[in-house]
Each structure stands twice: as structure tokens, then as C-alpha cells.
């Protein structure tokens, strides 16, 4: 079922109306994700339609991004998703030249995605409309090689548009669904992100990781207090990852159910006994990640260590972005 019900539709948009008319906020955001989101097209206007007519009417700012593979993403589509549902911050995956490609992201029938999907990227950079595009990019052992050769051919489109960005990350196990014994696609032993972020900085291209440290925003979504997921049968969640997990399961919008105190439990704040001399604390705010703290409660001690090596590292990416101003003040 990759749509709503109408029921869900309504339950959801008064749980919304609901938090909304408490008046704390001012901004409302609403990411669209799958599985592929495109592929409930018709839920999405439908209900960016409503919510824009709820911070209308609570006169607050709306934002609206989807994370998608681009594959259905033609020209009339996005550009109605743009212009009438304010779907202005997109994400979208590409995972080297379409060799590596394909091998990674095949359509059901066996074929390659690749070709439409870069397409319909064309189509997005043709297109005089203002929205953010983040280009991601998983990185296995077998691909970085060509994710090297993606720079210097298909990728140069993107070069100089400040609304395209690249966003590296290391592929993992998130212990979601079984491998085959065959399965070609190995983790890297090392960090190939930060390479590959130095490369493409080097050769004149956009990098996100920077911003989002600037933005104050390397805390985990799902670790966020006001930050709710439903599923298309209308099951509140937070983290897009654990979707299967007891603890990340909280009520329905169509029962009106929610166990604040089992979110309480899932959503941590800053640790103050263990966090307050940190001098990352409030970039990272002892929430790096809910489902990583549950699984690993005995060694945040790594988890604080790897975190601060992100944090380190996307300073480095920042000032290589020389997207900065130094002010020298002599009195």
C-alpha cells in the first residue's frame, strides 16, 4: 500500500492542526520518504495541499523536502511539486557512473535506472525554478573509483550550481533485511566520505555536510521533540531506519493514541553529568542518534568518538569551501 487512505489522510492532518494550534511554532516541515515517496504522488499534493492551508491559517512558515530516487521525477511532476506543494529540497541518490550505478539500483524488471534518473536531473538543472538539490552519493569499497569518474563526466552539469550539492556517506549494515551470499557491494574500510568531500570541494563543486554544522543541525531527526513519522496506515514512528523496532513505535493517528511516555524514553536530551565539559556538546547535544544508543549503550564512549571526528572533520570541509569571512579588527 504505497498511498493513503483517506482516512489516514484526515487523521494525519488533524494530529497536525492539533500541534500547530498550541501556537509554539514558526516553522512547519514535512519530509516526504519511502520506499519512493513518487509513487504516492497523489498523497503528496493532496495533503501539501492541506497543510499549506494550515500554516495559513496559524501564519507560519511552511518547508517541504523529499528524499527520492529520481526515477519518476519528470519535468511536469516537479515542477508542480515546486510550484502548488512547495516541495522546494530534494535528495536524491546516485551512486557513481551508471555502470556502478545500475549494479546497485536496478528496476524490477533487471534494467538500470541510471539513464532516466540523470535525465530527469537535466530536466531539474534546465529549470530556472528555486529549490535545493542534494546529490547523494553511498560509497562502497568497489565504487569510489567511480565515484572519482562521475566528477569529470556526467557530474559536470551540476558544477557552478549552487542549488546542486554533494553529499558523500559510507555505506553500513542497519540491520534492515537479509544479503545474499553473492551480494557485490562491500563497506569501506575506512572513510572514503571525507576523500571523496575533498575531491569534489578541490574540483570546484558544492559539499553539504559544512552547512549542515553551520545550520546546527548534526542532531539526529529522530531524536528531535517535536519530530513525528507516520506510515501510509497511520502508525506514529520517529526514526525512518528502525521502522520494524517495539521503541520506535508510539501510537496511530487513528486511535488518537500516543504514549508520550514511551517517546520521553526515546528521545533523549543533553546528559549533563556525562556531556556538560564536552566542547561539542551543543552541536551534537548528546543526540547522535537514538537507534545507535540503544544498540550500543555500553560504548557511547565510541560513539562520542566517531562523532567527534564528523564534527572535526566537517570543519575542515568548511574552511576548504572558503565560504567564510575573515575580519581582521585593529585597535
Not at 565515484?147 to 542549488?163: A, C, P, T, V, Y
Not at 559544512?210 to 513525528?228: D, G, Q, V
Not at 501510537?251 to 556538560?276: A, F, Q
Request: net charge neutral; glycine share 6%.
Amino acid at each position: 500500500n504505497i498511498s493513503m487512505s483517506p482516512e489516514v489522510e484526515d487523521a494525519i492532518v488533524t494530529f497536525a492542526d492539533k500541534l500547530l494550534s498550541e501556537g509554539k511554532f514558526e516553522r512547519f516541515s514535512v519530509q516526504w520518504f519511502g520506499g519512493e515517496p513518487l509513487l504516492g504522488y497523489k498523497t503528496i499534493v493532496r495533503l501539501s495541499e492541506r497543510f499549506l492551508e494550515l500554516c495559513s491559517i496559524y501564519n507560519i512558515e511552511y518547508f517541504s523536502g523529499i528524499t527520492t530516487n529520481g526515477y519518476l521525477l519528470n519535468n511536469r511532476m516537479f515542477q508542480n511539486l515546486v510550484k502548488n506543494c512547495k516541495v522546494t529540497s530534494y535528495q536524491i541518490t546516485i551512486d557513481g557512473e551508471q555502470e556502478f550505478h545500475d549494479n546497485q539500483r536496478l528496476l524490477k524488471n533487471g534494467r538500470g535506472s541510471y539513464e532516466r534518473i540523470l535525465t530527469n536531473l537535466k530536466s531539474m538543472v534546465a529549470s530556472p525554478l528555486y529549490y535545493h538539490c542534494t546529490l547523494r552519493f553511498n560509497i562502497s569499497r568497489e565504487n569510489v573509483k567511480s565515484m572519482e569518474n562521475f566528477l569529470q563526466s556526467d557530474g559536470l552539469i551540476f558544477k557552478g550550481d549552487s542549488r546542486f550539492n554533494l553529499a558523500y556517506h559510507n555505506i553500513g549494515d542497519w540491520g534492515q533485511g537479509d544479503r545474499l551470499d553473492d551480494y557485490c557491494v562491500d563497506i569501506p574500510d575506512g572513510d572514503f566520505s571525507y576523500y571523496c568531500s575533498q575531491q569534489a570541494i578541490s574540483l570546484g563543486y558544492y559539499i553539504d555536510s559544512p552547512k549542515m554544522m553551520l545550520h546546527n543541525s548534526l542532531n539526529c531527526y529522530a531524536n528531535r521533540k517535536h519530530h513525528y513519522m507516520f506510515n501510509v496506515r497511520g502508525v506514529i514512528q520517529s526514526c525512518t531506519v528502525a521502522l520494524y523496532r517495539k521503541e520506535n513505535i508510539f501510537g496511530s493517528v487513528l486511535t488518537g493514541i500516543l504514549n508520550h511516555k514511551k517517546r520521553e524514553d526515546w528521545i533523549k536530551g543533553i546528559e549533563y553529568d556525562r556531556c556538560s565539559q564536552c566542547p561539542y556538546v551543543l552541536l551534537c547535544k548528546s543526540g547522535y542518534c537514538p537507534l545507535a544508543r540503544i544498540n550500543q549503550e555500553k560504548s557511547w564512549e565510541r560513539l562520542c568518538r566517531l562523532y567527534r571526528e564528523r564534527i572535526q572533520k566537517d570543519f575542515s570541509l568548511f574552511i576548504l569551501t572558503k565560504s567564510y569571512n575573515d575580519i581582521l579588527d585593529i585597535n
